[in-house]
């Protein structure tokens, strides 16, 4: 790490270093409710809409109750379209509900509940990040954001970096690729970082979302 590295990074981490998790209150740890509500987060984010919103959508979810598939599934359609709606989340609130309820099914149906499941029989992160998009919501850009902050509880998922972190680390003149960006920082601050070089891009106007 250069001198120039070592002050970008802090001052990245210091303004834009917080997940999305930990600004939705997520405590994210290989459990199956805050994984879980991760992937609810990443379904959020996916669509465009400002980011702060679909936070604010997850938090409202979580304190509806919905923090399990299980809570999701049993959900009626009207009381999660009502947790969006608290959270401001109503341009997108009536479909966003219909596939919150569907991948909540689905996870129980295919993976008893347990996205640690998916992981497990997952063949590699290509084939883990396929296995997410068959959820409904989540797309390309919502299996990157579960993936970027899902490895610092899934080791073996790291170092993640997809497309737009490594955008943003160009941006602000760090490495693009997912090795050098790790060895900037200790294994449990990449997504940290992940986080504040996507928030750098946003924050100077050339991007949307999470």
């Known amino acids: 790490m250069t001198e120039s590295d070592d002050e970008t990074v802090r001052q990245l981490l210091a303004e834009h270093g917080r997940t999305y998790a930990e600004e939705a209150g997520i405590t994210l740890r290989d459990k199956p409710s805050p994984l879980y509500r ?10 465009r ?21 299980e809570r999701m599934a049993k959900a ?3 009381q999660r379209v009502d947790a969006l709606g608290r959270g401001h989340y109503r341009r997108y609130d009536e479909r966003t509900s219909t596939m919150l309820g569907d991948g909540a099914t689905l996870l129980l149906d295919r993976y008893r509940g347990d996205l640690r499941r998916l992981r497990d029989e997952a063949d590699g992160t290509a084939d883990l990040l396929d296995r997410l998009q068959q959820f409904p919501g989540i797309g390309p850009a919502g299996a990157s954001i579960f993936a970027r902050e899902a490895q610092g509880v899934w080791p073996d998922l790291a170092p993640y970096v997809d497309e ?13 690729s997912a090795d050098r960006l790790a060895a900037l920082v200790p294994p449990e601050d990449l997504p940290r970082l ?17």
Do not use: N, Y
């Open 194 to 210: 992940a986080a504040a070089l996507v928030r750098a891009m946003l924050r100077d106007g050339r991007d949307s979302g999470g």
């Open 49 to 69: 809409i400002d980011a702060a919103i679909a936070v604010a959508a997850a938090r409202e979810l979580s304190a509806a109750g919905f923090r399990t598939p």
């Open 164 to 176: 737009r972190t490594a955008d943003g680390a160009e941006r602000c003149g760090l490495p693009r």
């Open 38 to 47: 991760l992937l609810v987060l990443a379904l959020l984010l996916s669509a």
């Open 76 to 78: 009626t359609w009207q």
